[in-house]
């Protein structure tokens, strides 16, 4: 799993390209997605879309399973990595594969190029893919059961990092340019440099301890805390600065553990110095330092990048940083029986997929994240 067989993509007809889609769809409320179904969702006749599943299984970019009572097709990583690859090569954002650089926690990190040849850094975001069987019931946008997948944590976790990111950036931050986004790919700048776990020479070791803790107060002043800032997610420029990176943690300053948040990230700060640099500091800040500045975590979630208020709660429930106040949803499960008709739910289906197409050809409009959230009615 991880390897890039990027040759596959060439291939990808614009039928493959929408069945594949049609089961990203039809993942949302069915483990397995039948054939039939597939072939509704994506208006395509039965008979040529059996034998497009099974070339595009034979590739491994779908795999077919027998269920309790049906059987059908779901994707697999590497089904969901072409999707949004295609993506991002048709808009143009890509052209080009190079090398896996990093394999994270919860992310591959390869070197890609665009058009002109720049060199950027392609970030796969991968969440809840070891417990793929411990599928959790959550409900649709619809109101509707729907499974909290790899599928849709690995993609709120992409769209999370690239709105931050954006944010950071255009105030100033430094973070990596971000370039695009789709499903759970973020494109972003490639940082010239290396993560300061692998740079033992420091040159101004006072000085950069004085720029990460300015940093986290800069981020705290507008309302958010990386929540992960450490020596992996801290890169080195070749100048000696500091770029900051791996954003799907953060959080807002007013969440009620941000405090506890914000400490770790100013104690992580310090225990390195000391113990790597043989650098202690009695200066250091603390959350009541902190003075309101800026909404950055609030105008993160009203990006229109298709955020909401619920992704916002089970991605910070996956990363064990929801504040436990139980929510009902559990509780309200019992219309769930209540099932549409067929027909409904085709028609939702093939919405969604259209909407789906577009969102793939198109870059996400790069919005204004306006400064004050009084004057925030961007259109879009
Ligand atoms: P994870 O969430 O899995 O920790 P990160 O975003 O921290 O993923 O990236 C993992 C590693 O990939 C980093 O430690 C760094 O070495 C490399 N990396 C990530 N982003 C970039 C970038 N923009 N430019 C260069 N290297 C990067
Ligand atoms: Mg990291």
């Known amino acids: 799993m991880g390897k890039l067989n990027v040759t596959v993509l060439r291939y990808l007809t614009k039928e493959d390209f929408r069945i594949l889609t049609a089961i990203e ?48 097709y779901r994707l697999t990583n590497m089904g969901y990595d072409y999707l949004a690859l295609k993506s991002l ?11 896996q650089i990093g394999v994270g926690k919860e992310s591959n990190i390869y070197t890609v190029s665009d058009d002109d040849g720049t060199p950027l850094c392609l970030k796969l975001h991968r969440l809840g893919r070891i417990c793929f069987r411990n599928v959790r019931e959550k409900r649709d946008y ?23 990111m954006k944010a950071l950036y255009d105030r100033g931050f430094p973070v990596p340019k971000p370039i695009d986004f789709n499903r759970h790919c973020v494109i972003m700048e490639l940082v010239n440099g290396y993560p300061m776990t692998n740079v033992s020479e420091i040159e101004n070791v006072e000085q950069l301890y004085d720029d990460l803790m300015n940093l986290i107060v800069r981020l705290g002043n507008c309302g958010v805390i990386h929540g992960d800032f450490n020596e992996f997610n801290i890169m080195i420029t070749d100048e ?3 770029i900051l990176i791996d954003f799907p943690q953060m959080v807002s300053t007013s969440h009620p553990n941000a405090k506890m948040y914000f400490d770790r990230d100013v104690t992580g700060v310090r225990d390195l110095f000391r113990k790597k640099y043989g650098f202690d500091s009695e200066e250091y800040p603390t959350f ?50 209540k099932q549409e008709s067929p027909e409904i739910e085709i028609e939702e289906y093939r919405k969604e997929l259209e909407k789906e197409i577009k969102f793939s050809e198109e870059k996400p409009r790069t919005l204004q994240l306006t400064k004050s959230l009084g004057e925030s009615s961007t259109s879009n």
Not at 59 to 70: D, I
Not at 143 to 150: I, Y
Not at 325 to 333: A, F, P, R
């Open 89 to 99: 090569t048709l808009r143009g954002s890509v052209a080009a594969f190079g090398n």
């Open 142 to 164: 619809h109101g509707k059961r729907r499974n909290m997948s790899w599928l849709y944590l690995s993609r709120i976790s992409a769209t999370r990092e690239f709105a931050y």
């Open 240 to 242: 000696g600065k500091p």
């Open 288 to 337: 009541d330092d902190l003075e309101r500045e800026d909404n950055l975590d609030v105008e993160v979630l009203c990006s229109g990048y298709g955020f909401t208020q619920e992704m916002e709660d089970d991605i910070l429930k996956e990363y064990g940083m929801n504040d436990d106040n139980d929510d009902q949803s559990d509780t309200e499960e019992v219309e769930e029986g």
């Open 25 to 72: 769809m039809g993942m949302k409320n069915h483990e397995l997605v039948p054939g039939a179904l597939v072939a509704a969702i994506a208006s395509l006749k039965t008979g040529g879309v059996h034998k497009l599943l099974r070339e595009l299984c034979k590739h491994k970019l779908l795999s077919y399973e027998r269920g309790k009572t049906y059987d059908g």
